[in-house]
């Protein structure tokens, strides 16, 4: 026993010396700038040979790592009770088939970090076990039975879902790589993860080629075996795209986008177009989520296995800088603001942003306050950057993470508009002027959502899908999400002539965007956002100024709204507010009628029925309504040529895809230039315990545009006891340096910057 004790410590002793020696002929290697050759020790990929003597070092002693571990622990013992099962495919999403592999792609990456992390047999014959059935069963597979996909997989009926499963399993491949013999490799490699590999890129150009979220994960997939294979043809394949392809000029997506045409592909590429230089991902923070695994996982594994890219500082460190851009367009509960296509309710709690936030603290310079984020998940990755986040927090070094005002610009350059949020003492803002955002972007430009404390005052709608439920559609995307939740009208902003921005044409909308007036949040009482843009319609200009102003005459900050439309021609134009709750007053009166009729017949106008019509009979018109015990009033600029129409969603609907959600809408016929200028006050509460309402009412008694120029709009907001606010905007220029002098009523003002207040 003694021998043996000596002679397996005089191994481990050697090993040690070795993997020094290596290490170090590696770096030298980085530092001179010559390729370095793929680590051959294993696990590498994401939890690494260090990681795991690291994390044995620490169990025990690291209360968040230890419940996150314990966690997995007891899922995947009760999986292995249950047994093995890999059925043959045959379902969409949410179907049984669909359901267990995925399931089995979760399973199979936990066992695999259970093996290193414990040392426990049991995990690694499971993972080999399982591996092994998919051999056997992938050699046999056709294309997935279902066609509805634009690329079939073979596991699962989209190219995407396989993806998802490589990217998964090849973590649970590097961490047994030295369980299996090498015979067992050689199987798995030959008929399974190459020719899985082969059918995601070159089998599926369509899929693969181009940049876009499915790609990603697409490459990220490829690259990921091919890391663990140490195949260098693959992992070049990831990063550039297959070379030398051309794909059909018509070749259309799921979701109605082209094709890549210009040749840009490979993960280098879908971190150069989508994200701009502040981070923001063009699908918006949804698709941003749901991309940012793949893009990060992928990273940390060619950090991990071949430093000498700089992974984490391509593009000036982009992927990191999107953490930071991802978390702050989440609300006050951590809710991921619904921009284009998004779910409603998806959060930073996804297990998608513990990996982002983890990656983030771990590899980009341990920012304090993504620990505070860390603690509200409650749980961590088990590898490398999660054991950091673990310690981190056990010595208490966390933060708040604050979430301020921001603007976030939009395209490769950050040049293609952006997404503003203002954000003051609950009130949250969501200006959106950004880019179309490939095929799930919404015709929605300018467009504004708004949120106290994380509740939707006026709301975006969001997408049209059940993700996941095969009840609806597949769990796929619903028709509806193309004729209604797209459409401008579904949206708070202008929708001129029943028509949708661009036309409702992709290929339009992806080759124009607005752009940013002024963004100014110096001033902590007054924060403000304008944009502009040219080509919604033929013609017409719009040009939205929107503030948020804390004013101590004002029981919560306020928002006023100044939406300027220009045109060559008389046109009718329908500025919606898309709120929640219960109607309580208004200061005009309308008429309620016995049958419901749509409000027209295309671009959204199907979905919405007409509950109520008035005529706009006051200068100002104004509605308060009572949402989750809160009160709210809307006072906008009217004249008595001004129609006012309550709808809801829910019309041409038969099978209930459709939440049925009011709103009150502003019609204005027959103009050429008109402003929309309205307030927003949030106010008072309601106690149904006590029965008391408190602060009720509007506290606005007037609101007049005193001025309204090319160059400027003047706006008093008169207050129900007498004092007057002047707010003026530059419409023309809006340089911090511009110094403007204009008289308005016979008298002078003079101030300098984009904007004035008082």
């Given at each position: 026993?003694?021998?043996?004790?000596?002679?397996?410590?005089?191994?481990?002793?050697?090993?040690?010396?070795?993997?020094?020696?290596?290490?170090?002929?590696?770096?030298?290697?980085?530092?001179?700038?010559?390729?370095?050759?793929?680590?051959?020790?294993?696990?590498?990929?994401?939890?690494?040979?260090?990681?795991?003597?690291?994390?044995?070092?620490?169990?025990?002693?690291?209360?968040?790592?230890?419940?996150?571990?314990?966690?997995?622990?007891?899922?995947?013992?009760?999986?292995?009770?249950?047994?093995?099962?890999?059925?043959?495919?045959?379902?969409?999403?949410?179907?049984?088939?669909?359901?267990?592999?995925?399931?089995?792609?979760?399973?199979?990456?936990?066992?695999?970090?259970?093996?290193?992390?414990?040392?426990?047999?049991?995990?690694?014959?499971?993972?080999?076990?399982?591996?092994?059935?998919?051999?056997?069963?992938?050699?046999?597979?056709?294309?997935?039975?279902?066609?509805?996909?634009?690329?079939?997989?073979?596991?699962?009926?989209?190219?995407?879902?396989?993806?998802?499963?490589?990217?998964?399993?090849?973590?649970?491949?590097?961490?047994?790589?030295?369980?299996?013999?090498?015979?067992?490799?050689?199987?798995?490699?030959?008929?399974?993860?190459?020719?899985?590999?082969?059918?995601?890129?070159?089998?599926?150009?369509?899929?693969?080629?181009?940049?876009?979220?499915?790609?990603?994960?697409?490459?990220?997939?490829?690259?990921?075996?091919?890391?663990?294979?140490?195949?260098?043809?693959?992992?070049?394949?990831?990063?550039?795209?297959?070379?030398?392809?051309?794909?059909?000029?018509?070749?259309?997506?799921?979701?109605?986008?082209?094709?890549?045409?210009?040749?840009?592909?490979?993960?280098?590429?879908?971190?150069?177009?989508?994200?701009?230089?502040?981070?923001?991902?063009?699908?918006?923070?949804?698709?941003?989520?749901?991309?940012?695994?793949?893009?990060?996982?992928?990273?940390?594994?060619?950090?991990?296995?071949?430093?000498?890219?700089?992974?984490?500082?391509?593009?000036?460190?982009?992927?990191?800088?999107?953490?930071?851009?991802?978390?702050?367009?989440?609300?006050?509960?951590?809710?991921?603001?619904?921009?284009?296509?998004?779910?409603?309710?998806?959060?930073?709690?996804?297990?998608?942003?513990?990996?982002?936030?983890?990656?983030?603290?771990?590899?980009?310079?341990?920012?304090?306050?993504?620990?505070?984020?860390?603690?509200?998940?409650?749980?961590?990755?088990?590898?490398?950057?999660?054991?950091?986040?673990?310690?981190?927090?056990?010595?208490?070094?966390?933060?708040?993470?604050?979430?301020?005002?921001?603007?976030?610009?939009?395209?490769?350059e950050g040049k293609q508009g952006g997404v503003g949020i203002l954000r003051n003492e609950g009130m949250e803002l969501v200006f959106k002027y950004a880019s179309q955002g490939?095929?799930?972007?919404?015709?929605?430009?300018?467009?504004?959502?708004?949120?106290?404390?994380?509740?939707?005052?006026?709301?975006?709608?969001?997408?049209?899908?059940?993700?996941?439920?095969?009840?609806?559609?597949?769990?796929?995307?619903?028709?509806?999400?193309?004729?209604?939740?797209?459409?401008?009208?579904?949206?708070?902003?202008?929708?001129?002539?029943?028509?949708?921005?661009?036309?409702?044409?992709?290929?339009?909308?992806?080759?124009?965007?607005?752009?940013?007036?002024?963004?100014?949040?110096?001033?902590?009482?007054?924060?403000?956002?304008?944009?502009?843009?040219?080509?919604?319609?033929?013609?017409?200009?719009?040009?939205?100024?929107?503030?948020?102003?804390?004013?101590?005459?004002?029981?919560?900050?306020?928002?006023?709204?100044?939406?300027?439309?220009?045109?060559?021609?008389?046109?009718?134009?329908?500025?919606?507010?898309?709120?929640?709750?219960?109607?309580?007053?208004?200061?005009?009166?309308?008429?309620?009628?016995?049958?419901?009729?749509?409000?027209?017949?295309?671009?959204?106008?199907?979905?919405?029925?007409?509950?109520?019509?008035?005529?706009?009979?006051?200068?100002?018109?104004?509605?308060?309504?009572?949402?989750?015990?809160?009160?709210?009033?809307?006072?906008?600029?009217?004249?008595?040529?001004?129609?006012?129409?309550?709808?809801?969603?829910?019309?041409?609907?038969?099978?209930?895809?459709?939440?049925?959600?009011?709103?009150?809408?502003?019609?204005?016929?027959?103009?050429?230039?008109?402003?929309?200028?309205?307030?927003?006050?949030?106010?008072?509460?309601?106690?149904?315990?006590?029965?008391?309402?408190?602060?009720?009412?509007?506290?606005?008694?007037?609101?007049?545009?005193?001025?309204?120029?090319?160059?400027?709009?003047?706006?008093?907001?008169?207050?129900?006891?007498?004092?007057?606010?002047?707010?003026?905007?530059?419409?023309?220029?809006?340089?911090?340096?511009?110094?403007?002098?204009?008289?308005?009523?016979?008298?002078?003002?003079?101030?300098?910057?984009?904007?004035?207040?008082?």
């Amino acid at each position: 026993m003694t021998n043996t004790k000596n002679f397996i410590l005089k191994f481990a002793l050697v090993a040690i010396v070795f993997t020094v020696f290596s290490c170090k002929k590696e770096d030298t290697a980085v530092a001179d700038n010559s390729e370095s050759a793929i680590t051959q020790e294993h696990p590498k990929l994401i939890l690494t040979a260090q990681g795991v003597k690291d994390i044995r070092a620490q169990l025990g002693n690291i209360p968040i790592f230890d419940k996150s571990l314990q966690a997995v622990k007891e899922e995947i013992d009760a999986e292995i009770e249950l047994g093995i099962e890999v059925p043959i495919p045959k379902d969409y999403s949410g179907g049984y088939t669909h359901v267990r592999h995925k399931r089995n792609w979760f399973v199979l990456q936990k066992a695999g970090l259970l093996y290193q992390i414990l040392d426990d047999e049991k995990y690694a014959k499971y993972v080999k076990d399982m591996l092994m059935e998919y051999e056997a069963l992938y050699k046999t597979l056709p294309l997935h039975p279902k066609t509805r996909s634009y690329a079939r997989g073979k596991l699962f009926w989209q190219c995407l879902n396989d993806s998802n499963w490589l990217v998964y399993v090849s973590q649970a491949y590097d961490c047994i790589y030295d369980y299996l013999t090498e015979e067992e490799r050689n199987k798995l490699e030959t008929n399974l993860f190459k020719p899985f590999a082969n059918h995601i890129s070159i089998d599926s150009p369509q899929f693969y080629q181009r940049v876009h979220n499915h790609s990603t994960w697409g490459n990220a997939a490829v690259g990921m075996i091919g890391l663990v294979m140490n195949d260098e043809e693959l992992i070049d394949r990831a990063l550039y795209g297959i070379k030398d392809l051309k794909l059909d000029t018509n070749e259309k997506d799921d979701d109605g986008g082209y094709l890549n045409k210009d040749g840009k592909a490979g993960f280098l590429a879908n971190i150069e177009e989508p994200f701009s230089p502040d981070g923001y991902y063009n699908e918006g923070p949804y698709y941003q989520r749901y991309a940012m695994y793949p893009f990060l996982i992928f990273a940390e594994g060619l950090q991990n296995v071949k430093p000498e890219l700089k992974i984490f500082e391509y593009k000036e460190g982009v992927l990191l800088k999107s953490i930071n851009a991802l978390l702050n367009l989440s609300d006050a509960d951590g809710d991921f603001f619904p921009l284009n296509d998004g779910q409603k309710g998806m959060s930073y709690y996804n297990s998608a942003l513990v990996t982002a936030v983890d990656i983030s603290y771990h590899y980009g310079g341990q920012d304090a306050g993504l620990l505070s984020i860390a603690k509200e998940q409650d749980q961590v990755l088990l590898d490398d950057s999660g054991l950091a986040v673990a310690l981190g927090i056990k010595n208490g070094s966390e933060e708040p993470f604050r979430k301020e005002s921001i603007n976030l610009s939009d395209g490769p350059e950050g040049k293609q508009g952006g997404v503003g949020i203002l954000r003051n003492e609950g009130m949250e803002l969501v200006f959106k002027y950004a880019s179309q955002g490939s095929s799930h972007g919404h015709y929605d430009k300018l467009s504004y959502s708004l949120y106290e404390n994380g509740e939707e005052i006026l709301q975006d709608y969001g997408l049209a899908r059940f993700v996941n439920i095969e009840q609806k559609g597949g769990g796929n995307y619903l028709k509806e999400n193309k004729t209604w939740a797209k459409q401008t009208i579904a949206h708070n902003t202008v929708t001129q002539n029943e028509t949708s921005h661009y036309n409702g044409k992709y290929e339009i909308g992806s080759q124009n965007h607005p752009d940013l007036h002024y963004f100014s949040t110096d001033n902590d009482n007054v924060q403000v956002i304008s944009a502009k843009v040219n080509n919604t319609y033929i013609g017409t200009d719009m040009l939205r100024t929107m503030a948020v102003i804390k004013d101590e005459d004002f029981e919560k900050p306020y928002i006023l709204d100044v939406m300027k439309v220009s045109s060559i021609s008389a046109n009718q134009y329908d500025f919606p507010f898309y709120y929640f709750g219960q109607v309580l007053e208004t200061n005009f009166d309308y008429s309620t009628p016995q049958t419901l009729k749509p409000l027209g017949t295309k671009n959204g106008y199907q979905h919405l029925f007409v509950e109520g019509s008035a005529k706009a009979n006051n200068d100002n018109s104004k509605f308060s309504w009572l949402n989750n015990n809160k009160f709210y009033t809307l006072t906008t600029v009217t004249s008595d040529k001004d129609e006012l129409l309550f709808t809801r969603i829910g019309a041409n609907d038969p099978d209930f895809n459709l939440r049925r959600d009011p709103s009150l809408l502003l019609r204005r016929k027959d103009s050429k230039n008109t402003t929309f200028v309205s307030v927003i006050e949030a106010h008072g509460s309601y106690s149904p315990v006590s029965e008391s309402a408190l602060n009720s009412n509007s506290n606005i008694k007037e609101l007049k545009v005193i001025l309204d120029t090319k160059d400027y709009t003047a706006i008093v907001i008169t207050t129900i006891s007498g004092k007057e606010k002047l707010f003026i905007t530059s419409n023309a220029n809006a340089s911090l340096e511009a110094t403007h002098n204009l008289k308005i009523n016979d008298k002078d003002y003079q101030f300098k910057g984009s904007y004035y207040f008082k």
